[in-house]
């Protein structure tokens, strides 16, 4: 082991981000990396502890405290190397991931946590430069898998198994491979020439892609248990919860992933039916629901010329620090203020939306709102009460609906394979199996609306188990 004392010398930092105002102008990445010695400098703070709980907390495991050490060391390509072992993406995870590890590094008990991801980052990024991320050809043992959706979790299970010599064949409803990645998260965190990069690098390691399906649509999906050794579902969680109150139908009011799809696909430059387009420059826009999501539409609309944006969340304010019961290394539930809220929004806790308004009867122009506040019952759960004399009209022209996402699409696909489901409504699964035999199930279809992080872990630990039963 290298340094392990850099933490006492050196400060966590990170590249700068290019200026709110000038990055609002465009929709790509808005961060770089910094020279090699500045990534080696925040490589050396990382103090090899005895028990890493950094690498716990990562779903993958990733084995953080080793690769710190070889960048710290200049031995590059032994870094990527270790970082590949355990994980199939680094480029995505590298750039979007919330890094649970960081907020689990031990140095975060009393310091600034080591810059995990952003190591992560510049070790992929240099093995691309470098030439290290090279296609491979693999020993073909006559086994085919279908893999349904191309998001996170698919592809790493079709990486998977495509390497363990298997025939995949991944097929997607969209026009493009990568789920989420693809047409969720913009391109301002998540460039769409790296989610291409690595699509190509797959295609050309044997995968086929065939994107414009839609399993249970265009095709039975009985045709794939018929043609397939085993069936892996990696469908996501896309039923977004909905807010069922007086005035739903007014012209105005959308879910945000119709907006955010409209923008990746705008970014892409693809020619969209001008009617179709969701408008917000010049427009007041309301964000019901305060996560990453909402997150996004803020980012975009800024980019769009939006006259403003307030962002709305039915939960109290998180503190400015962690609680008694939320110690190290849980996952902190505090304030955080992310890229695009930094670009410009108002933002609202513990608020409650009665009904949306319009003037005309027919478009939206306000909503009407009521403050609540939550306090514990005798139970010790969190009861919502709405604040007496707090009721309020705020006018709009546009809301965003973001408050996540309920269960997987049942319509279609699963309906037709009579899946079992847990009580949430997602694909309830024994080790990855569902009730249905040689179909399997990974990522957020399985285990609901979830990270990027985990979807890969998902897609890797199930190719596993597809893996043992085409061996059986
Ligand atoms: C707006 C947004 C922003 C997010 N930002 C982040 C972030 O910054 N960091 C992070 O870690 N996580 C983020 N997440 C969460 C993350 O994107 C998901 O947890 C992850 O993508 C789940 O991966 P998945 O492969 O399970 O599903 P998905 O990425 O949802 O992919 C599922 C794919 O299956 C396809 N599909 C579904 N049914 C069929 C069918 N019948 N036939 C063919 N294809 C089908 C879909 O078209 C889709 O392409 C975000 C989520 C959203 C919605
Ligand atoms: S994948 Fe996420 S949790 Fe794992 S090491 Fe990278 S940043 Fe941390």
Same mark, same amino acid.
């Given at each position: 082991m290298g340094d392990v004392k850099g933490f006492m010398t050196k400060e966590r930092s990170l590249p700068s981000l290019e200026d709110a105002a000038q990055r !609002?102008?465009?929709?790509?990445?808005?961060t770089d990396l910094a020279p090699e010695s500045h990534q080696r400098d925040q490589a050396s703070r990382?103090? +090899?502890? *005895?028990?890493?709980?950094c690498h716990n907390a990562c779903p993958l495991g990733n084995v953080i405290p080793d690769f710190n050490d070889a960048v710290y060391q200049g031995e590059w390509k032994k870094a990527y190397e270790l970082l590949i072992e355990t994980n199939n993406f680094p480029e995505f995870t590298g750039r979007i991931c919330p890094a649970p590890c960081e907020a689990s590094c031990v140095l975060s008990i009393n310091n600034d946590a080591v810059t995990i991801e952003y190591i992560e980052k510049s070790i992929i990024e240099k093995a691309f430069k470098e030439g290290w991320v090279k296609t491979e050809q693999y020993e073909r043992n006559g086994k085919q898998v279908a893999v349904v959706g191309s998001g996170p979790s698919g592809l790493a299970c079709a990486d998977q198994l495509n390497k363990a010599g298997h025939e995949v064949t991944v097929f997607e409803k969209? +026009?493009?491979? *990568? *789920?989420l990645l693809r047409y969720g998260i913009p391109d301002f965190k998540l460039e769409k020439n790296v989610v291409q990069r690595r699509i190509e690098l797959m295609s050309q390691e044997g995968i086929d892609f065939r994107t414009s399906v839609n399993v249970g649509? +265009? !095709?039975?999906v009985t045709e794939l248990t018929e043609a397939y050794d085993a069936v892996v579902l990696c469908g996501g969680s896309e039923k977004a919860r909905d807010l069922p109150i007086e005035g739903r139908e007014y012209k105005g009011i959308y879910k945000a992933m119709d907006f955010l799809k409209q923008c990746n696909q705008k970014v892409a430059g693809d020619n969209l039916d001008a009617d179709a387009m969701i408008d917000v420059k010049g427009k007041k826009v309301i964000v019901i629901g305060g996560g990453d999501t909402g997150s996004d539409c803020i980012g975009n609309s800024n980019r769009l010329g939006v006259d403003s944006v307030l962002q709305i969340e039915l939960m109290s304010k998180p503190s400015l620090m962690r609680s008694l019961d939320n110690?190290?290394?849980?996952?902190p539930m505090v304030y955080k203020t992310s890229s695009s809220q930094q670009e410009g929004c108002e933002r609202e806790w513990s608020i409650l939306t009665k009904r949306f308004i319009s003037e005309d009867g027919e478009n939206l122009s306000g909503i009407e709102i009521v403050k609540v506040e939550w306090a514990k019952d005798e139970q010790g759960k969190y009861k919502m009460m709405e604040i007496e004399g707090t009721k309020e009209i705020i006018p709009c022209d546009i809301v965003f609906l973001a408050m996540g996402f309920v269960h997987p699409?049942?319509?279609g696909m699963l309906e037709q394979l009579k899946l079992e489901l847990d009580e949430r409504g997602n694909v309830k699964t024994d080790d990855y199996k569902t009730s249905v035999d040689k179909i399997f199930s990974a990522g957020d279809m399985r285990r609901g609306q979830s990270l990027v992080v985990w979807a890969i872990a998902e897609g890797r630990e199930c190719a596993d188990q597809v893996e043992k039963y085409l061996k059986e």
């Open positions: !609002i102008n465009h929709f790509k990445e808005f990382c103090m +090899d502890c *005895g028990v890493p709980f969209s +026009d493009r491979a *990568g *789920g649509e +265009d !095709i039975k110690p190290w290394p849980l996952w699409i049942k319509e």
